[in-house]
């Protein structure tokens, strides 16, 4: 067995075993999914992962399966070698809120405040809530990675300088 089926197993047990019972899958020989039910299985889920090593925070990634979904779905990637290890949530559409993991993993943040600005999920806890990439005069309801975006009113939500 080789270190990619070994870590894939290890978490397969450690996630499939769980006490919220998360639904796992191999999507790809070198892949692990994990379905978290809720937001609260996460810091659980992932301190977990951390006392056992498997894996580091590679991304976060919100996805929008469109306006006419009730949830917006977050990916939470630890990678090991060729090991990937996702854990997948989804969260509601309006008021979406998530823990923050950086009490576990600090250079979460980063990917947290990325998710807060571009898909509108709050994440309870954030050391700092500032935007990344928006300016300062981004509409706070407007949210450009969300598929309902309106990408034609743009200029109305920033000056635009000359070039």
């Not at 990634?61 to 990678?79: I, K, N, S």
Request: net charge negative.
């Amino acid at each position: 067995m080789n270190d990619t089926e070994k870590t894939l197993r290890t978490a397969s047990q450690l996630l499939g075993q769980w006490m919220w019972n998360t639904e796992v899958t191999r999507p790809e020989p070198s892949r692990l999914d994990a379905h978290l039910k809720t937001s609260d299985d996460l810091i659980p889920v992932v301190a977990g992962l951390r006392v056992i090593r498997l894996g580091y925070l590679s991304a976060i990634t919100g996805l929008d399966h469109g306006p006419d979904e009730a949830v917006l779905e977050v990916l939470y990637h630890f990678c090991v070698g060729e090991a990937i290890i996702t854990l997948r949530l989804n969260v509601p559409r309006q008021d979406g809120c998530l823990p923050s993991l950086c009490e576990i993993i600090p250079s979460a943040e980063v990917f947290e405040r990325e998710l807060q600005e571009m898909f509108g999920i709050r994440i309870e806890g954030l050391r700092n809530p500032s935007r990344l990439y928006l300016p300062d005069d981004w509409p706070e309801s407007v949210f450009p990675l969300r598929k309902d975006f309106d990408r034609d009113k743009l200029r109305s939500y920033v000056t635009l300088g000359e070039c």
